[in-house]
């Protein structure tokens, strides 16, 4: 709507002068393409961390909504996820390290015991047979010795269930998948809440403020408006000679107050339809009332222009 009305003002002012300049020469204006900022979502304005005329590089934080919601919401997403990466841990291990070192140390003592009784069960043999120890002596060592090696194996065969996970598999799998799930409800908590401050997408001029902190605004309205330097052009009107001087040289120099020598400038579009002069009858007598709309881009010295300022035109014939 603002640009609308500027529009419509500058194209009175500028018919209205046209007379009676070079036709080397118009008049035009500086046009300003306002980017403005809003986020998808609703929500009080929390801060607005620019303010009107700064300058503003692309990535710039310019205003946060409200996000305590979205801050929980995130917690919650990334203590679900810790639960989730400790249970997958936890079954991968399959066998908690402390109950692993305790059936190492099992096995050990058990190694130990296995040698002391072999040994004292060797020797009571060779014992017996001289006839100075008992056969029911070393039966029973015999009998320990057995006992023991068959300890040893349960022992070793546990510690290597421990190891191997065997009928793990399936709790694994389930596990891995539901950790992929959590991890995804932290990266989706994560861009709801990087949804509650607004970034600048270019370099640009911060034009207008248009809500403040602690005002509630809608999702998709826009909080403040900026100019990219990009954005700023000429506009001005072409009689159907002067389009074909821009044809072959599209170069021209914008002269204002404050401007020194002028601003060179590239002509970026000529409007296909036409716009009339009074009286609207075209005729062959009135075709010098025949005017098209004209963009042109300035190549340096952007800063020097601001939207609504008056500008002089002056082609390279």
Same mark, same amino acid.
């Given at each position: 709507?603002k640009?609308?009305?500027?529009a419509?003002?500058a194209?009175a002012?500028?018919?209205?002068?046209?007379?009676?300049?070079?036709d080397r020469?118009v008049?035009?204006?500086?046009?300003?393409?306002?980017?403005?900022?809003?986020?998808?979502?609703?929500?009080?304005?929390e801060?607005?961390l620019?303010?009107r005329g700064?300058?503003?590089v692309?990535?710039?934080?310019?205003f946060?909504?409200?996000?305590?919601?979205?801050?929980?919401?995130?917690d919650?997403?990334?203590s *679900?996820? %810790?639960? !989730?990466?400790? /249970?997958?841990?936890?079954?991968q291990?399959? @066998?908690r $390290? #402390?109950? +692993?070192?305790?059936?190492?140390?099992?096995?050990?003592?058990?190694?130990?015991q296995?040698?002391?009784?072999s040994k004292?069960?060797?020797?009571?043999?060779g014992?017996s047979?001289?006839?100075a120890?008992s056969l029911?002596?070393?039966e029973?060592?015999?009998?320990?010795?057995?006992?023991?090696?068959?300890?040893?194996?349960?022992?070793?065969?546990r510690?290597?269930?421990?190891?191997?996970?065997?009928?793990?598999?399936?709790?694994?799998?389930?596990?891995?998948?539901?950790?992929?799930?959590?991890?995804?409800?932290?990266?989706?908590? *994560?861009? %709801?809440? !990087?949804?509650? /401050?607004?970034m600048a997408?270019?370099?640009? @001029?911060v $034009? #207008?403020? +248009?809500?403040r902190p602690?005002?509630t605004?809608?999702?998709?309205?826009a909080?403040?408006?900026?100019?990219?330097?990009?954005?700023?052009?000429?506009?001005?009107f072409?009689?159907?000679?002067?389009?074909g001087?821009v044809?072959?040289n599209?170069?021209?120099?914008?002269?204002?107050?404050?401007?020194g020598n002028?601003?060179s400038?590239?002509?970026?579009?000529?409007?296909?339809e036409a716009?009339?002069?009074?009286?609207?009858?075209?005729s062959?007598n009135?075709?010098?009332?025949?005017?098209?709309?004209?963009?042109a881009?300035?190549?340096?010295?952007?800063g020097?222009?601001?939207?609504?300022?008056?500008?002089?035109?002056?082609?390279?014939?």
């Open positions: 709507m640009c609308a009305v500027l419509t003002a194209i002012v500028l018919l209205a002068g046209c007379n009676g300049h070079s020469e008049q035009g204006y500086v046009e300003g393409d306002f980017v403005r900022i809003s986020l998808p979502a609703s929500g009080i304005v801060n607005v620019v303010k700064d300058h503003v692309k990535g710039t934080v310019l946060t909504l409200d996000s305590e919601r979205e801050k929980a919401a995130l919650k997403a990334r *679900e996820l %810790d639960v !989730a990466e400790a /249970q997958l841990s936890n079954l291990a399959t @066998v $390290n #402390d109950e +692993i070192s305790a059936l190492e140390a099992e096995i050990k003592e058990l190694k130990a296995l040698a002391y009784t004292s069960y060797r020797r009571k043999f014992l047979r001289a006839g120890a029911d002596e070393v029973r060592l015999r009998s320990e010795e057995q006992v023991i090696k068959a300890k040893i194996l349960a022992a070793e065969s510690l290597r269930l421990g190891q191997q996970s065997i009928g793990r598999d399936g709790e694994i799998e389930a596990a891995q998948k539901i950790l992929k799930y959590r991890l995804a409800a932290v990266r989706g908590a *994560e861009a %709801d809440l !990087a949804l509650r /401050q607004a997408p270019a370099d640009a @001029v $034009n #207008d403020i +248009i809500y602690g005002e605004v809608a999702g998709g309205q909080v403040l408006e900026l100019l990219p330097p990009q954005n700023v052009k000429a506009r001005f072409l009689s159907p000679e002067q389009i001087w044809a072959e599209p170069e021209i120099t914008l002269q204002c107050e404050g401007c002028g601003i400038a590239k002509v970026s579009y000529v409007a296909s716009s009339y002069r009074p009286p609207v009858l075209y062959r009135q075709s010098e009332r025949l005017v098209f709309l004209a963009e881009v300035p190549l340096n010295s952007v020097l222009l601001r939207p609504g300022q008056p500008l002089k035109v002056v082609f390279q014939k």
